[in-house]
């Protein structure tokens, strides 16, 4: 089970870390990633973190978000800075037991979903 929180309102250059807590099954184990859902928009990926701790971005936050986990808390955190207005979104943590390294960015991966946090960037 995955809980988000920490979005919120916030003027655009600003920043906002997300958080999400996770219980039950063997966290470390999980590939972890936060997507995004705009209104009118589908669902993409932001940022996901493999059990190596790799780390991958899409190319829209690419140098200005980071993606962080703590396998002893059992906690994957977003860092974004520089928020801009076309960052306003739901966004969502998710959990995914696959190994293989081109799923990383597809939603259909990822087994376990937070209930998502509202994210407004304003101008």
């Known amino acids: 089970q995955l809980q988000a929180s920490g979005g919120g309102l916030v003027q655009g250059g600003g920043s906002l870390r997300l958080s999400c807590a996770a219980s039950?099954?063997?966290?470390?184990?999980?590939?972890l990633a936060w997507f995004r859902r705009a209104p009118e928009k589908e669902r993409e990926f932001v940022a996901g973190?493999?059990?190596?701790?790799?780390?991958y971005y899409s190319d829209s936050v690419k140098g200005r978000f980071t993606i962080s986990r703590d396998n002893v808390k059992s906690m994957v955190y977003l860092q974004m800075d520089s928020l801009k207005p076309e960052d306003t979104a739901v966004y969502y943590c998710?959990?995914?037991?696959?190994?293989?390294?081109?799923?990383?960015?597809?939603?259909?991966?990822?087994?376990?979903w937070g209930q998502g946090t509202q994210v407004t960037v304003s101008s």
């Open positions: 039950g099954g063997t966290f470390r184990s999980y590939t």
């Open positions: 998710a959990a995914s037991t696959s190994t293989i390294l081109s799923t990383i960015g597809r939603s259909h991966a990822y087994t376990h």
């Open positions: 973190i493999r059990t190596s701790r790799h780390e």
